[in-house]
């Protein structure tokens, strides 16, 4: 391979890793291409007439030398671009300090302190590169950038099944992708796990120490491995959402079991009950049974709203389908009325006019008034937002979105790792947002639990 076919090979790998546009490198790899000496001409660097600088002894073309005789595109491409990342990086810490290696100048602003090994996974394979340590602060190249904590729990999860050998084909394609099917370690994997478990593990068991008058209880399903013979279930991954006093939302906690049962959501509100929730008005969530019973066990005294979307389509199930959207217009009716007394009298009417066709839905809307009608005992600005548990809904549609990649989780410490960390970042963009769900001002006109009417429901499931 000629010389300049090898310069034009190095920029080319060079745009490649970095996932831009290639840059020019000189045939010998020293600079680039028309700077005298091989020096760059970079606008960070300032250059004074007090500079003296050591003379360079060694360009790095001695080492490049023996690639460009013989060498098969496999072993030049990696070392080129290994080479023209490690002048990247000597140019950009040099920019940094002020001053590049070995030189006097009295615009230094810091020293070097030696290198440490970091592995670089590219299209091309995985690059050893060094990395210069600085006696006061630290760098990191700008090609290095750190991923986001979601990406960072996405990579151990899907390295950690890819390494445990019980991987699908999705994840191994995945792998591939990342350009990292080569070289990654037990070690490796459980180093980047370790890292994430720990920020993940302080957000899901801080302190709740402000009381929360409305909380969100969902549940989504994921897929996991399980017991000895890492047979693939379904797993139940319950979420809990709160508003605190100021009317600000917060992300409490996740929990991953076996199923939606009563124990499991029992344990669960326990858990956060220890960690301070206190407080509670009312409960959003749906009319699963468990769920239920573990409200009334567990939050004594609270109300519970039974999420409006959830029971439509349980109504629906007990119409024909070819008047489901006249029920469901006539529904939707009944919550567009500004003022309790107004919803209260339209639910009665449409029970009324429903039970002469399809007495199972009139039976159905009796049954479940004071349940699905629970928010009309709080301010009115709160309404549309406690009525059903959408905010939490789209919480857990963002999660499967970032969860769809692996499709199967080796463990339930997979799960929580991937899904807590989809949660700390949601909850931190909240408190970085500022805004709030309702005002502190209506917050504070939600009456109190001995004025709130007892529901029946509660009482039977506590029964």
Known sequence: MSRSRAAQALGSAVGVARGGAPREFSALGAGFVGTPGGQARDPGLRTTSTRRTMPK?????????????????????????????????????????????HERSDDRLGYRNGYRPRNLATQVGDIDLMIPKLRTGSYLPSILEPRRRVDQALYGVVMEAYVGGISTRKVDALVVALGVQSGISRSQVSRICAEIDVQVQAFLNRPLERGYAYVYLDATYLHGRLGKALQVCSRAVVVAMGVNADGRRELLGLKVGDSESEGFWSEFLVSLKQRGLSGVKLVISDAHVGLTKAIRRQLQGCAWQRCRVHFARNLLQRVPKAHQGMVTAALRSVFAQESAEEIESRWDDLAASLAERFPRATELMLEAKEDVLAFRHFPQPHWRKVWSTNLLERVNEEVKRRTRVVGIFPNDAAITRLVGAVLLEQDEHWQLEGRRMFSAESMAAIPALDALPAQASLQEAAA
């Not at 030049?76 to 023209?84: A, C, M, N, S, T």
């Open 57 to 101: 002894t060694d360009s790095g073309a001695s080492a490049l030398a023996p690639l460009l005789d013989g060498s098969t595109a496999g072993e030049l491409i990696p070392e080129l671009v290994r080479h023209g990342l490690q002048q990247l990086i000597e140019l950009e810490v040099a920019a940094v300090l002020g001053a590049e290696r």
